[in-house]
T-cell receptor, first 116, second 112 residues
Framework: EAEVAQSPRYKITEKSQAVAFWCDPI?????LYWYRQILGQGPELLVQ????????DSQLPKDRFSAERLKGVDSTLKIQPAELGDSAMYLC??????????????FGPGTRLTVL | DQQVKQNSPSLSVQEGRISILNCDYT??????FLWYKKYPAEGPTFLIS?????DKNEDGRFTVFLNKSAKHLSLHIVPSQPGDSAVYFC???????????FGQGTTLQVKP
């Protein structure tokens, strides 16, 4: 069964360092999402891609976060510099639908980030 | 401004009984509602969904009810099994978008 792949699964870093997360969506899925889940809360959308284009990054802290999906397939989310408040689970999801589609999203296992 | 609220952080039920998880929303512009289940150290997995034009959708042991006048969504699990123990998130699709807005989650524990 096709799955969304993410790496690394766990990342520990010190504040002010740079970190990067990688996501490979299900093959053929045009839409890719990055979510952040803080403990005790639901996932919150950071950025949404349709193919290689950013559709929604209104909740992405652009002073320190960046995301790219250069060839419209896999994606990288970067944080530089990391802050203590960035400690969270970072989830990647993909969907076969376009930006107005209502298909369910398929999530990867996430990257657990701890900033010390 | 929380558009989707799950007011019960946790729920404990006995195996074989019914589990009822609740979700309230504030915006009538949501036209599709979903439930996700999440085990520790895994990503959320899709469970069941319902369109705003319906008031009930059933899939095996899982039934979702939608009360539009009350802006309330519920998930019934009958009978509950220990393997159902997980965090359950309700989520909504705002009209015209492909993004999901999640509630805070409810941790369900099903005791053998």
């Amino acid at each position: 069964e096709a799955e969304v792949a993410q790496s690394p699964r766990y990342k520990i870093t010190e504040k002010s360092q740079a970190v990067a997360f990688w996501c490979d969506p299900i093959s053929g899925h045009a839409t890719l999402y990055w979510y952040r889940q803080i403990l005790g809360q639901g996932p919150e959308l950071l950025v949404q891609f349709q193919d290689e284009s950013v559709v929604d990054d209104s909740q992405l802290p652009k002073d320190r976060f960046s995301a790219e999906r250069l060839k419209g397939v896999d994606s990288t989310l970067k944080i530089q510099p990391a802050e203590l408040g960035d400690s969270a689970m970072y989830l990647c999801a993909s969907s076969p639908a376009g930006t107005s589609g209502r298909y369910e999203q398929f999530f990867g296992p996430g990257t657990r980030l701890t900033v010390l | 401004d929380q558009q989707v609220k799950q007011n019960s952080p946790s729920l404990s039920v006995q195996e074989g009984r019914i589990s009822i998880l609740n979700c309230d929303y504030t915006n009538s512009m949501f036209d599709y509602f979903l439930w996700y289940k999440k085990y520790p150290a895994e990503g959320p997995t899709f469970l069941i969904s319902i369109s705003s034009i319906k008031d009930k959708n059933e899939d095996g042991r899982f039934t979702v009810f939608l009360n539009k006048s009350a802006k309330h969504l519920s998930l019934h699990i009958v009978p509950s099994q220990p393997g159902d123990s997980a965090v359950y998130f309700c989520a909504v699709f705002p009209r015209g978008t492909g993004k999901l807005i999640f509630g805070q989650g409810t941790t369900l524990q099903v005791k053998p």
